[in-house]
């Protein structure tokens, strides 16, 4: 599909360049950026979404379990 859309020529001339180091067509460059930034828009959702269930969740340890687990590992020197 062809679009036209407006930038700023200095994030344009950044781009060309991008995409002459990278050896790809200006199309393929533009795809790229796109596909990238709404892989990261879904990952910066899917951690909001995990926030939220896990704001809500105590993350403290039992009573007696820390001590446990300090046992359990033993004693190093380093």
Do not use: H
Not at 5 to 12: C, E, W
Not at 18 to 37: D, G, I
Request: without cysteine.
């Amino acid at each position: 599909m062809k679009i036209a859309i407006s930038i700023p020529d200095p994030l344009f001339q950044a781009a060309e360049r991008e995409a002459s180091r990278r050896k790809v067509s200006r199309s393929r460059f533009y795809a790229m950026a796109v596909a990238s930034y709404l892989k990261s828009q879904r990952a910066r959702n899917i951690k909001k979404a995990l926030d939220a269930v896990y704001a809500t969740e105590d993350s403290s340890l039992e009573a007696g379990l820390d001590r446990l687990q300090s046992e359990g590992l033993g004693r190093e020197d380093w």
